[in-house]
């Protein structure tokens, strides 16, 4: 395996400042020398690890999404908030655009997100189809910026607030499983490098050495 | 633990792959990546003007979502409607200061704030605009990361036509509600399609 000189070398997600890197020791991080945000990591066993969070994370996911958010109690007639809820309202109310705009910001690209996490560290996990990993290392980075889950429960956070001089408001189940996923949502995205990621295919599948 | 070494020289030769994050070297034209194999950059000129396209549909789509109804209260009959300016005004008379703050934030301000930028990233890469190019690098990972945020509203319209919906009173979202969604999604492929080559002084 020929290791290219361009790989002791890593840019700053942030403020694009060059660094070379260093060996680091075990568990340990590496900040940008100018803004002080993590560039690298060494975690020791980060497949397996981000392997059983991303796991559990789409468990949360299913629970979030197939339960009850809140009930609201107004002079004792109660409403239910869940996600199928949701889009039956919308699309009732024949908002088919936001419904389809919904449906993808706030349902099918986090499914996706972690069922392609999921799905391409088992692979690597038991080192089989390197060009399904690849496809799929891509297409998670394609959609990371587009998932809007948390955004979505910050707004369900502010609807409760809008709601509470006129309603009793009782948290469901799919509420606690939020939470969960959202704090299981930021340690992936803290500890999951893209450039470990690849490295560690690298030095599973071998390097294709196409232009030097 | 801090990486030491920083390298000053030919930073601008040098190129971050967003899909990976692989370094690779800077050429005229179109770069697909050494590691991941994706076109990181097309031509600079196709990018500036993608750019700028997303940038307009996005700006002409804020008046329709600020002007028309984001919400619409239908109480016994009677209809009312609010603006994401109104609806922020009720809250605000309703006392709850933080929530009115939060929307005014997110879907006021932040959308205006990510069109200044990409304007200013835009001009800067035509004009000698006097800033650090890390400080512009700065500004772009800013405008990237907080642009979802405007959606809240967008969101809690639709939590509460969820919940709102007696046969005494509904709450059923505007065509505001769209044009926001819209907005939003436009402003952010603008963000997306920004190459940061451009940013050079
Ligand atoms: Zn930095
Ligand atoms: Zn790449």
């Known amino acids: 395996m020929k290791k290219h000189k361009l790989d002791n070398l890593i840019i700053c997600k942030r403020c694009h400042t060059l660094h070379k890197k260093i060996k680091l020791h075990r568990n340990t991080k590496a900040l940008c020398k100018h803004c002080g945000s993590v560039i690298y990591r060494n975690h020791h066993n980060i497949i397996e690890t981000t392997l059983a969070l991303s796991i559990s994370a789409i468990i949360a996911l299913m629970v979030a999404f197939s339960f009850t958010i809140m009930t609201i109690n107004i002079n004792g007639i109660y409403q239910e908030l869940n996600l199928t809820a949701l889009f039956v309202v919308i699309f009732e109310q024949h908002f088919y655009l936001m419904g389809i705009m919904l449906g993808f910001l706030i349902f099918l690209f986090p499914l996706a997100i972690l069922v392609s996490i999921i799905l391409l560290l088992t692979l690597m996990h038991f080192r089989r189809s390197g060009y399904l990993v690849k496809r799929l290392l891509i297409l998670t980075a394609k959609l990371l910026p587009w998932s809007m889950i948390d955004i979505f429960f910050i707004s369900i956070l502010v609807s409760m607030v809008k709601l509470f001089d006129y309603a009793q408001i009782e948290i469901g189940v799919a509420f606690v499983a939020f939470i969960l996923l959202l704090v299981l949502d930021i340690i992936i995205n803290k500890q999951m490098r893209f450039n470990e990621l690849w490295r560690y295919y690298e030095s599973i599948y071998g390097v294709k050495n196409e232009q030097s | ?201």
Request: net charge positive; hydrophobic share 50%.
């Open chain 2, 1 to 201: 633990m801090k990486a030491s070494t920083e390298l000053k020289m030919s930073n601008h030769e040098l190129i971050r792959c967003p899909i990976c994050e692989a370094v690779n070297l800077d050429k005229i034209g179109e770069i697909k990546c050494r590691r991941c194999g994706e076109l990181i950059y097309k031509h600079k000129d196709v990018s500036f003007n993608r750019t700028l396209a997303f940038l307009m549909t996005a700006i002409i789509l804020y008046f329709p979502a600020n002007f028309y109804p984001i919400l619409i209260t239908k109480k016994l009959g009677v209809t009312q409607e609010n603006t994401i300016l109104g609806g922020i005004m009720v809250l605000w008379e309703a006392g709850s200061y933080p929530v009115a703050i939060i929307i005014l934030l997110a879907s006021v301000f932040v959308p205006i704030l990510k069109f200044i930028f990409i304007i200013y990233l835009l001009i800067s890469t035509e004009y000698n605009v006097k800033s650090s190019k890390i400080d512009k690098y700065k500004l772009f990972y800013i405008t990237e990361s907080v642009g979802s945020w405007s959606m809240v509203d967008v969101f809690v319209v639709t939590i509460l036509s969820v919940l709102i919906h007696f046969s005494a009173i509904q709450i059923v979202p505007g065509a505001g509600a769209t044009a926001f969604a819209l907005m939003v999604f436009f402003t952010m492929l603008s963000a997306l399609s920004f190459d940061t080559r451009l940013i050079k002084r």
